[in-house]
């Protein structure tokens, strides 16, 4: 299953699943949303039966100068950056808690996270912060 927030990718990623024989269930979900992330979750449950492995990977690290960026795109950022794990993280948990041989959950991350990158702070900021 893939969920991007875009329809151009998501068309290209879903196509090459299934030129190699795979299964694909394709949704169209903002991650930012706590509740599209739920319903990702609930809908590969309703197709597949469970969520064997779960791949998180989401975020954004644009070069950027602090002093010429506003609040509200910083906290975009690091919202992409933390808040889209968690979203998917607690529906996540639940289901897997709730069958019988659990499941797995992995988590890409950077290296910002450990030494941060000149011009990229709210992205490596946001790498630092602890998923509960």
Known sequence: MVAPRRAPELASVAEAVLAVGGTCLDIVADALDPQAAAEVVASAVTTFGSVGIALLNAGQGPDISMDDVSTDHLSRIMALNYDVVVNYLNPL????????????????????????????????????????
């Open 93 to 132: 948990i639940r289901q897997m808690k709730s069958q019988p041989d659990g499941g797995l959950i992995a988590h890409t991350n950077s290296l910002a996270g450990l030494m941060g990158i000149p011009r990229h702070g709210p992205y490596s900021a946001a790498r630092q912060r602890r998923v509960p």
